[in-house]
């Protein structure tokens, strides 16, 4: 059992950021099959982009990275630096989207998974080493 807790406080980070980015992925996917029918999938895409990022900001700023510091300057370094990189693989997300769905006419579902899996690993890669990074 010591071994086990050594491992989770070992990884804490990445176990509570596949965790948390589990619940993003599900939101995001979830929003994006529901408007899936009703609109453009790339202005549903853009919806469960916007709706995810803020979930994924507030569960990674303090439960993932334990960033607790609401200092403006920090807050604000952090808000808009996650939202920046999470614009840079918003940009990767409809790329994906776009060859996948538009010109290689591949399933939505399929497509939107393979690209949850890419934009999941350059967050966590955003975040750790530039967001929410320790001093």
Do not use: C
């Not at 895409?45 to 569960?59: C, G, K, R």
């Not at 952090?78 to 006419?105: C, K, N, P, Q, Y």
């Amino acid at each position: 059992m010591k071994s086990i807790m050594n491992l989770y406080h070992r990884y804490e980070s990445a176990i509570s950021y596949l965790f948390f980015g589990g619940l993003t992925t599900v939101i995001n996917t979830v929003v994006f099959f529901a408007l899936y029918h009703h609109m453009n999938y790339q202005v549903a895409n853009a919806i469960a982009w916007f709706l995810s990022v803020l979930f994924a900001f507030i569960t990674n700023k303090l439960w993932v990275f334990h960033s607790k510091s609401f200092e403006l300057k920090t807050f604000v370094w952090e808000t808009f630096s996650f939202f920046g990189f999470r614009l840079a693989s918003l940009v990767i997300d409809m790329l994906i989207l776009w060859i996948g769905i538009t010109l290689l006419s591949g399933n939505a579902l399929l497509v939107k998974i393979i690209d949850q899996v890419v934009v999941i690993l350059l967050n966590y890669f955003f975040s750790k080493w530039f967001i929410f990074k320790k001093p």
